[in-house]
């Protein structure tokens, strides 16, 4: 199911260059675990070596059953990701995000090339056939992300010791996702906890146009 | 003495009868005032049932009216309610159906594509493309954080920059559910505000689109509600004003100033309250802000809702009006049905009372007005049967069933009426029998009244036809009317009816001839007057007795013998007749009822007369009245009546005599020196002779009668005074005179055993003079039981031919002496 992949696989190659320490967020919102948020943290200092390389790598987001398949995707910056068509149906896909404009036009399976992410920032994506489809792509600038589950913990396994910046960001974050930044300090070895308690905006999603014999969305 | 049985003048008591028609005259004029009367209750009825109904359909009409008025009322506010309800569900309708298309818009992906990505101008530029789609008036772009991105449309400058504290609320509204619709003032004008978010898919913005509330949205929604739709804006710095309405001219105008300068809240009270006089309002805010408002203000019209009901109203109207004329009109009807009847009753009544008895009263039903009418009929049948008999027996002669004397002259009157329009003659006849008196007085009343029933008989049997009339005036004195006879047929007749009277009437085996004088006169030659003909009938019917003649047609010489030289011979015939002897006495016994005896008689003059044969006193005492020849008649009455009580007393007849003065005898002055004179020639006492004087004679000259009078009794004359009852005695001259007996009058004493009348009167004269000291005297007593009653009632005399006849002296020694001892008194014995 899960296809970030590639995520964990720069994780470990992070981890087997330096010493590292794990991150576990903790996110909740009105006292209950809040999935889909993400959770990102910054070195102050920043390494040295770049990690271009690892940037090849290509993410897709499913359209399945016409809804995007993750709804939240976290990315870094320069990630190409692609938007196959599971469904037997055109999609249309398209953002007006100033962290990235693009539009698939009525397509049918692969598009013909995946969408780069060069820009920081959040994407959000839509379909201009199927309103209430909607996925956001946080395009981080940092390496070190993680999303969290239905338990709403997120886990970032491998950070090199050193002091971060941590931030967490939800489609529905009341507020600015500055306003969660956190210092703190990662050891070489062991785990850091942290938690974030937030308020979420009303969820603002358009509901799904019934199909002849199904309801709901 | 007969002569006060026929006066000639017109019996009063007759007069309503034979004054009919003047009666009827005085109803006739009495007839419309009747007619009104029913009128008037005709139209009191009317007026009362009118009034009736009036107040009657006024009260329904009211009723109904205010139920209308009511109803009409409710109905509004029903109608209003609805109305209300429809309003505000068209206008969430509208607003969804706005948001709708808001959503639609927003969904489009180059719209949201030139919001998301474009530049200010082309955002402004898509909004105004997009917004006009839909027809929204302004347009405005706000951002998820509440900026201002964009605005388009009719938007002021001033608006725009107050725009994000204007929608805030509804943006932040939208944010909460989606969408968000209001009612809001944008720039002063009312308009239907949608906010709908533009999603990318997330929210990029908020687009605020104003839908102007104007006039067509007000038809529209009064055409739905059927109501008056007005917008009102309120703003602080502005105050009120009508954005829109369907309302025009002068009710647009009582809106506004209705609206005032207060304040929304009151404003919106006051409208509420508002009575309903033409209008019912239900407003309603659609928001109100603190300086700012627009009202939705509701109106039923209440006179268009009434106007509805003015037909009915006039239907109403109409009905009234119908049942009411209708009401007039049957009640007209049945006024006249009951005052018709009812004034045919009075008219007929009115008839009675004039004497009209020949029609019946107007046919009635079986109601209480056709009982009424029975009731009448009776009645006129009863008054018209008595009146038959009242007239039968006002108009005939009870004893010969002829007509009287009033109806004689009635029906002369007629004639002679009759015979100057048609220019013929009249004739009457009298017809007066010769002495009948003297049968009277020899054979008594009851043959008397026989011979003349028998008369009447033959009178009746001679007159053909049915218009001629025989008449019995009085006494023996009969007429005859023959309405179209001259003279000459009048004496014809009269020769027809002599001879039928000569043939001899048997009555109780006597038989009796009998003999009349007739008069006849005819108008018009002999008079024009009923009463002139009738007296030169009577002279005419004079001039025959005296000349013995059958009969006689009047001319003037009758009359001047009668009076002048007639009398004038009468007078030296009964001269001649005292000088010769031709008069005799007859002597009348009579019975004094105490002793049983009979030594008083009355002295009664007769005249053997050399042609006429015997007559009695009635037959030439009323002549001598006349002239001075009566002082003769009396002298020699009383000269002889001395000297035969002179002679009796010297044979031992111990006789009274009563003795006749006449008026005129008492009224000469040397009376009393007469009688004494003669009482000395003949050597008798006053003391035997009673002096009879008639009431008439008292009353003529009262003092000086009485003067004589009591000279006379002092003298130690008895006076008697005759004919009691048959005048006009006063009681008070009774007492005055100083009489010892009074003489009841024979006519009631004749019948006095069958007419109890007479009998009571009797009665009481005798009881009365017993009281006054007089003792009575008893004439015409004709038989047993007349006696027998007299002695009963204690009568103290008793005269008449069951006693005594009047007879010659010798005649009279022969019947004392024939007359057995005389019997014991029954009184003295009872
Ligand atoms: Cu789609």
Known sequence: MLRIAGTLCAGLLLATAVSAGELRAQVSAGGRPLADAVVVASAEAPPATTQAGTKTSTIIIDQVNKEFIPYVLPVEAGTSVNFPNRDNIRHHVYSFSPAKQFELPLYIGDPAAPVLFDKPGVVVLGCN?????????????????????????????????????????????????????KQLAVPAQGTVETAWEITLKPDFRIPRAPIPGQGGY | MTGRFFSSTWNP?????????????????????????????????????????????????????????????????????????????????????LITAARVLTSDFAFRQAIA??????????????????????????????????????LDNILLHGLANNFADLVADAAQSGTASAIRLCGGEPCQVVVVPVLAPAPIGWVVLGFGIDAPLAAELGALTALDVSFATWRRTSGWELAASTLQGAQFERLRRSLGKTLPTVVLAELAAETAEEHVTSPAALTIGNDHAVLAVLQRSMTEALARFASLRAILLGLAALSLGATIIGSLIIARSISRPVTALVEFAQRLEAGQYDQGPPAGGSDELGQLANAFNNMRLAISAREQQIKAMAYHDSLTGLPNRALFNDRLHQAIGVAKR??????VMLIDLNRFKEVNDTLGHHVGDMLLREVAVRLRGVLARASDTAARLGGDEFA????????????????????????????????????????????????????????????????????????AVYEPSHEAEMDGSESLAMASELRRAVEHDELLLHYQPRLDLRSGEALHAEAMVRWQHPQRGFLSPSEFIPFAERTDC??????????????????????????????????????????????????????????WFTLEITESAIMDDPEHTLDTVKQLKSMGFALSLDDF??????????????????????????????????????????????????????????????????????????????????????????????????????????
Not at chain 1, 146 to 166: E, I, N, Q
Not at chain 2, 422 to 427: A, D, F
Not at chain 2, 486 to 502: F, I, K
Not at chain 2, 503 to 516: F, N
Request: aromatic share 6%.
């Open chain 1, 129 to 181: 056939i199927h309103d209430w489809m909607i996925a956001y792509v946080y395009v981080s600038d940092s390496p070190y992300y993680a999303r969290t589950g239905a338990d709403g913990t997120a886990t970032l396994p491998t950070l090199p010791a050193g002091r971060y910046t941590v931030r967490v960001w939800h489609p529905r974050l009341d507020g600015s996702e500055a306003a969660t930044a």
């Open chain 2, 13 to 97: 008591l007759l007069r309503p009868f034979a004054g009919a028609p003047a009666a009827g005259g005085e109803s006739a004029a009495g007839q419309p005032r009747s007619r009104s009367l029913a009128r008037a209750v005709a139209h009191k009825m009317i007026v009362f049932v009118a009034l009736l109904l009036i107040v009657s359909q006024m009260v329904v009409f009211l009723a109904i009216d205010r139920a209308v008025s009511a109803n009409t009322l409710t109905s509004i506010r029903k109608e209003l309610a609805v109305g209300e309800r429809i309003f505000h569900r068209v206008l969430k309708e509208r607003s969804e159906q």
């Open chain 2, 725 to 830: 009852g048959s005048g006009y005695s006063s009681l008070a001259m009774i007492k005055k005179l100083p009489v010892s007996e009074i003489k009841i009058d024979q006519s009631f004493v004749a019948k006095m055993d069958s007419d109890k009348g007479d009998l009571a009167i009797v009665r009481s004269v005798i009881d009365l003079a017993h009281n006054m000291n007089l003792e009575v005297v008893a004439e015409g007593v004709e038989s047993e039981q007349a006696l027998e009653l007299l002695q009963e009632l204690q009568c103290d005399h008793a005269q008449g031919y069951h006693i005594g006849m009047p007879q010659s002296a010798s005649q009279f020694e022969q019947w004392i002496r024939q007359r057995p001892a005389p019997a014991v008194p029954r009184r003295i014995s009872a």
């Open chain 2, 117 to 154: 990505t474009a530049d200010q101008a082309t955002m402004t530029s898509a909004l105004n493309n997009h917004g006009s789609r839909i027809g929204a008036d302004k347009m405005v772009l706000v951002s998820p954080d509440g900026h201002v991105m964009a605005a388009a449309g009719s």
């Open chain 2, 422 to 427: 048609l220019n013929h003659p009249v004739s």
């Open chain 2, 480 to 551: 005859v009317l023959l309405p179209t006879a001259g003279s000459s047929v009048a004496e014809d007749m009269a020769q027809r009816l002599r001879r039928a009277l000569m043939q001899p009437v048997v009555i109780e085996d006597r038989q009796l001839d009998v003999e009349g004088s007739i008069g006849v006169a005819t108008f018009p030659r002999h008079g024009q007057d009923p009463n002139v003909l009738m007296s030169h009938a009577d002279a005419a019917m004079y001039f025959a007795k005296r000349k013995r003649l059958p009969c």
């Open chain 2, 630 to 687: 009566i002082h003769q008649v009396t002298r020699w009455v009383v000269e002889n009546a001395f000297a035969q009580v002179s002679r009796w007393r010297k044979e031992g007849f111990p006789v009274k005599l009563s003795v006749n003065l006449s008026v005129r005898d008492l009224l000469a002055s040397d009376l009393t020196n007469y009688l004494r004179q003669a009482l000395r020639e003949h050597s008798v006492s006053a003391r």
